[in-house]
């Protein structure tokens, strides 16, 4: 595990390539109150699988255990939650998987209303911070 010694942001590989710059929560949110309020839903649901640092970046907020385990990217629509999950999840709100590397799938859920944050959605979010911190 690195972490920069400019922006903090810890890093599973040694020296590993980023930038070192960072945006408050309400600005990635567009200061948009629907976009503020389904984050601070999520956020109310995360708190509570464990420690993790949040760290923001010029488009995304980022979640992580050791490595990351969930992005936020605010949408016109709502949010886009990413979850690097180690198994291909059949969740129904998932419109998108990509393979991040040879043992992660990258899941897209869009949170378009607080009723889309629910006990199943907060499971992933759990399995995915369990991953991050092995």
Known sequence: MWKCKNCGKRYAKQNQSHKCESNPVEVLLRFDPKLIALYNELLDG???IGEFDIKTS?????FSGKVAFAVIYA?????ELGLFLDFESNYKGI??????????????IKVTETSDITSELLGLIHSAYQISIK
């Open 46 to 48: 995360i708190n509570e």
């Open 58 to 62: 010029s488009k995304a907020i980022t």
């Open 75 to 79: 949408r016109r629509y709502g949010l």
């Open 95 to 108: 419109y998108k998987r990509m393979q991040n590397s040879k043992s992660k799938i990258y899941h897209v």
